[in-house]
């Protein structure tokens, strides 16, 4: 398996603390994929492929709202982890480019915080030949608000010590056009719903510490960058207790188009 580096040994090293820290999806926005899986020519009989599932945020979701799950990661450490959290949920070890299933296997595939890791056409590929007629694509993403002066702060101050991130944010590629330059496809449809989530500055600092291009970094300034971090919230900005952390989640969704096989 073709992994990005940055992704294979950050996500490895931290996948616990990923497990334990990293935020859920809003509850509207998953009860909006439930909506969009059970409107499927499958219904309430519908298969979801949660692919780079991670340690199972997303797939814990779906599968506690009923919906019938698998799961694909290509990380060992990762999979472990929804394997511990999810022991009934079939996972295996593949990634997006070479999908270990049957072609016309689901209904739909759900891509949950990893589309940008991807081989773009090449995975999208893969999700036609494993979607059936009208199969549905989701990718979720739970994106961070910087119009809040600290979290804008933060994110300067991490680019600042990490030389930045390895991959595209979503503000910063439209992944509709990705999908519709693939072909296959109808339209993308975008929808954003408010995701704050509770934290304290020690979660902020494990949610930097979960971060692939951080955790990758030498011990010595991975530490410094997190002592700067905790004196930019406490003493910067005079986060104590428990705060917010503004987030929305994002849906890109779109079904398969009828001519597409």
Known sequence: MNLDPVAAGGFASAAPTYARIRPTYARPAVGRI?????ATPAGRDAHVLDVAAGTG???GQLTRARLRCSAVEPLPEMAAQLRRSLPAVPCVLGVAEAIPVGSAA????TVAQAFH?????SALAEVRRVLRPRGLLVLAWNVRDPSVDWVAALDDLVGERTGGRPYSNHDERRWPETIAAAGGFEPVVEERFDNPVPTT???VLDRLRSTSFVAVLPADQQAALLRETEALLRDGH????TF???HHTILDWCTLHPEAR
Do not use: N
């Not at 439930?34 to 059970?38: D, G, K, N, Q, S």
């Not at 689901?106 to 595939?109: I, R």
């Open 244 to 246: 917010d952390h503004p």
């Open 57 to 59: 945020i997303l797939t």
């Open 34 to 38: 439930v909506e969009l899986v059970r």
């Open 201 to 203: 500055v020690e979660g």
């Open 106 to 109: 689901v209904d739909a595939v």
């Open 117 to 121: 890791w991807f081989d773009a056409p």
């Open 238 to 241: 005079g986060l104590t207790g």
